[in-house]
């Protein structure tokens, strides 16, 4: 069993700034991936950030220059810093982590930016 702890959404004005957190246990050899989903009302799930195993990081075009995804030195935590926050970046934000080709979630963390 895998289990993820996620931390740090909340309410920011526009501009704003927040960290996510999220934390892996369990079962958590070899992980191949982690990174940070987010699902607006009526939209579908999209990727917003990850980065695998080897360091190696993947932007949505939409954050790029704004956020910053980054480990723990344990590796199994990851940390999503957003910057220059929009109304539009509003949303529940998933964790995930990859390992062996499973894909285990987070219960999300709500980023509401106002206007």
């Known amino acids: 069993q895998v289990q993820l702890a996620e931390s740090g959404g909340g309410l920011v004005q526009a501009g704003g700034s927040l960290r996510l957190s999220c934390a892996a246990s369990g079962s958590i050899f070899d992980i191949n991936a982690m990174g940070w989903y987010r699902q607006a009302a009526g939209n579908q799930r999209e990727l917003v950030a990850r980065i695998t195993g080897g360091g190696s990081t993947n932007y949505a075009d939409s954050v790029k220059g704004r956020f910053t995804i980054s480990r723990g030195n344990a590796k199994n935590t990851v940390y999503l810093q957003m910057n220059s926050l929009k109304p539009e970046d509003t949303a529940a934000y998933y964790c995930?982590?990859?390992?062996?080709?499973?894909?285990?979630w987070g219960q999300g963390t709500q980023v509401t930016v106002s206007s």
């Open positions: 995930y982590v990859l390992i062996l080709g499973r894909q285990y």
